[in-house]
């Protein structure tokens, strides 16, 4: 990965690129310039990238790439969250009934990628699924994604989602009594064998 590694995003060729969207897979270039705030990638001929817009208001993080107790209330760790597969429709069908239950909608779809958070608040992190910009997509080894869930009865309901949807078990909802505060969870792969968790700690404060 290009540039210094001293601060937040770059000024790179297309900033903040979260899928393949609009031609735009970079990897981000870490340096202390900030992105430029006019939601143009200029890899697309200076037409408005969607997928560079989808975040453009989003706070960066504190100025010196340093989180703090004093760092801005809205920037959060995760920005988004990204899986591959090799078919996009069958993945969209499966994740919009996903997420459909957690409360989340789809906020971008184009021919390569989809995303879903929540269309009214662009501090919530997303979740995407898109074809890879070069050769088939793989899951990961040792790679997964958690999702917090409010309730036990909702993890058994998005596993039951998940199974329906041509997902596939990889450990049954119960609580994980040898893992910090015995959560209630459930395991489950997606249709490319993407690993997903659904995590109820009781209460969404704690």
Not at 114 to 120: E, L, N
Not at 176 to 194: E, F, K, Q, V
């Amino acid at each position: 990965m290009s540039g210094k590694r001293i601060g937040t995003f770059s000024n790179s060729p297309c900033p903040v690129p979260p899928t393949n969207a609009g031609g735009c897979n970079d990897a981000f270039r870490i340096t202390n310039t900030p992105p430029p705030d006019t939601g143009i990638c200029r890899r697309s001929k200076g037409k408005a990238d969607p997928a560079w817009q989808q975040y453009r208001h989003i706070d960066n993080g504190p100025a010196d790439g340093k989180v703090t107790k004093n760092s801005n209330a809205r920037w959060r760790m995760i920005l988004y969250t990204t899986v591959g597969t090799n078919d996009l429709p069958r993945s969209v069908g499966f994740y919009d009934a996903l997420f459909r239950e957690m409360g989340l909608e789809q906020c971008f779809l184009d021919g390569t990628s989809a995303s879903w958070g929540r269309k009214d608040d662009e501090t919530v992190s997303r979740f995407s699924v898109g074809y890879p910009l070069k050769g088939y997509s793989t899951a990961g080894n040792g790679t997964m994604t958690a999702f917090r869930i409010d309730e036990p009865a909702r993890v058994d309901r998005l596993h039951e989602i998940a199974l329906t949807g041509g997902g596939s078990d990889d450990g049954a909802p119960g609580y994980r009594a040898h893992y910090s505060g015995a959560p209630y969870a459930a395991y489950i792969r997606d249709p490319d064998g993407n690993k997903l968790a659904f995590i109820c700690y009781g209460s969404p404060e704690l």
